[in-house]
């Protein structure tokens, strides 16, 4: 198998898509425990073959995220798979720092309250929605803003989600 096959499964399996609803938190005690390489179906043994002599030395959490994501990628359309590997060959090619800066955005994102992270994917999805012309106009906005006007911003966004103005009547 290919290493890029092998680092697509193990993103797949790290940074599932913002817009889906969280997995339920495994408990303490299932976080630490081993994955047995016998477990593992016959399709996951295959494409996760290059571990398979060193299965049992691999940290549990690590067994655990290519377990999950092995499975995830053989529930994957042929569509899906190429699509994840045209996300994982775009992560590859960003710049090391950039990586980082993401990797912490993730950390902090896990880090939220279920409810928190539930506002953001409903803030994510309400902002696919939007026209790509509305989208790139209002990433251009954030981003010539300043850290002042920033936090102004969202304020404002939270008081029209707060409080939406009633529609105009005829």
Not at 22 to 45: H, I, K
Not at 154 to 167: N, W
Request: proline share 12%; charged share 20%.
């Amino acid at each position: 198998m290919s290493k890029s096959l092998v680092l697509i499964i193990l993103l797949a399996a790290a940074l599932p898509v913002l817009a889906q609803p969280p997995a339920p938190a495994p408990s303490t005690q299932a976080a630490a425990q081993s994955v047995p390489w016998s477990s593992l179906s016959p399709e996951q043994q295959k494409l996760l073959g290059k571990f398979g002599s060193n299965w049992s030395t691999l940290p549990p959490e690590r067994q655990q995220a290519l377990a999950r994501g092995s499975e995830r990628w053989l529930g994957m359309t042929p569509e899906q798979r190429g699509l994840a590997q045209q996300r994982f060959q775009r992560w590859h090619s960003l710049p090391p720092e950039q990586r980082r800066m993401l990797r912490q955005r993730w950390d902090k994102f896990q880090s939220l309250p279920p409810n928190e992270q539930s506002a953001v994917r409903q803030n994510f999805r309400r902002f696919q929605r939007l026209p790509p012309e509305r989208r790139r106009l209002l990433r251009e906005q954030w981003r010539s803003a300043s850290p002042a006007q920033r936090q102004h911003m969202v304020q404002e966004a939270r008081a029209r989600r707060m409080h939406p103005m009633p529609p105009p009547h005829h």
